[in-house]
C-alpha cells in the first residue's frame, strides 16, 4: 500500500515569495491533516479536513496560509508571502476517520531568506 | 507554556546503552501516544498506552502510562544505531494530535 505522499521535499525561497505544497494521501483515507513542524519542535497541527470540507483550521494563519482540498483526495497548502519564520517541515498526515491512526508523509523542509 | 514536556531534549550514547526519556503533563490524558520520527521522514506511531499503569513492549522498547494518567515514560534496552531519531509523545485533545516538543535521541556505534 503506498503511503503518503508529498512534493517537493525541500524548497527554498526568499521571504514575500509564495510557495505551494502538495500532498495525496493514502488511498481511502477521509482524514488529511496539515502540519508545520519548526526545528526543536513537534509537530502542530494547521488544518485538519474531512473529505473536502475543513473541519479545524484554528491555528492557520489565514492571512497569509491557505488549504484546499477539492475533490477530497489530494491536498495543497499555500504560503503567501512567506516569512522568515515559515522556515520550518510541513507535514501532511491521513488517516481513514478522524479517530483512527495517523500516517504521515515525508514532508516539505522549506527555508525561506 | 507546553501542554507536554519531554525530556531530555537531547540524547547521545553509545551502541549498546540503556536510556528512559519521558512525557510529562500536569493534566490528565484518556491516553497517550508515542511517535518516531527518523530524520527526513514523518513521525510513525509506536504504541498508544490507554490504562493508567499499563506497560507496553515492542521489542527493545518499554512503554509505561503512569498510574495518574498524567505522564509516560520509554525505556529502550540495549540501543542500536536504527534506533538513533526523535521520539515524540501525543495526547488527542478534542480530536486534535497535540505533541510534545520530542527528545532527540543519537546511537553512536
Known amino acids: 500500500e503506498a503511503g503518503v505522499a508529498q512534493s517537493p521535499r525541500y524548497k527554498i525561497i526568499e521571504k514575500r515569495q509564495s510557495v505551494a505544497f502538495w500532498c495525496n494521501p493514502i488511498?481511502?483515507?477521509?482524514?488529511l491533516y496539515w502540519y508545520q513542524q519548526i526545528l526543536g519542535q513537534g509537530p502542530k497541527l494547521l488544518i485538519q479536513?474531512?473529505?473536502?470540507?475543513?473541519?479545524?483550521d484554528s491555528q492557520l494563519p489565514k492571512d497569509r496560509f491557505s488549504a484546499e482540498r477539492l475533490k477530497g483526495v489530494d491536498s495543497t497548502l499555500k504560503i503567501q508571502p512567506a516569512k522568515l519564520e515559515d522556515s520550518a517541515v510541513y507535514l501532511c498526515?491521513?488517516?481513514?476517520?478522524?479517530?483512527?491512526?495517523?500516517?504521515f508523509g515525508p514532508g516539505t523542509r522549506l527555508l525561506v531568506l | 507554556t507546553q501542554l507536554l514536556e519531554q525530556s531530555p531534549q537531547f540524547l547521545s550514547i553509545q551502541e549498546g546503552e540503556n536510556l528512559t526519556v519521558y512525557c510529562n503533563s500536569s493534566?490528565?490524558?484518556?491516553?497517550l501516544q508515542w511517535y518516531r520520527q527518523e530524520p527526513g521522514e514523518g513521525p510513525v506511531l509506536l504504541v498508544t498506552?490507554?490504562?493508567?499503569?499499563e506497560v507496553k513492549k515492542l521489542k527493545r522498547l518499554t512503554f509505561q502510562f503512569g498510574d495518574a494518567r498524567k505522564d509516560s515514560s520509554l525505556h529502550i534496552t540495549a540501543a542500536q544505531t536504527g534506533d538513533t531519531g526523535l521520539y515524540l509523545c501525543?495526547?488527542?485533545?478534542?480530536?486534535?494530535?497535540?505533541f510534545g516538543q520530542g527528545t532527540e535521541l543519537s546511537v553512536k556505534p
Open positions: 501525543a495526547v488527542r485533545i478534542g480530536g486534535k494530535l497535540i
Open positions: 493534566s490528565v490524558f484518556s491516553s
Open positions: 479536513f474531512q473529505n473536502n470540507g475543513v473541519v479545524d
Open positions: 498526515a491521513s488517516s481513514f476517520s478522524h479517530q483512527e491512526t495517523q500516517y
Open positions: 488511498s481511502g483515507h477521509a482524514t
Open positions: 498506552v490507554v490504562t493508567g499503569g
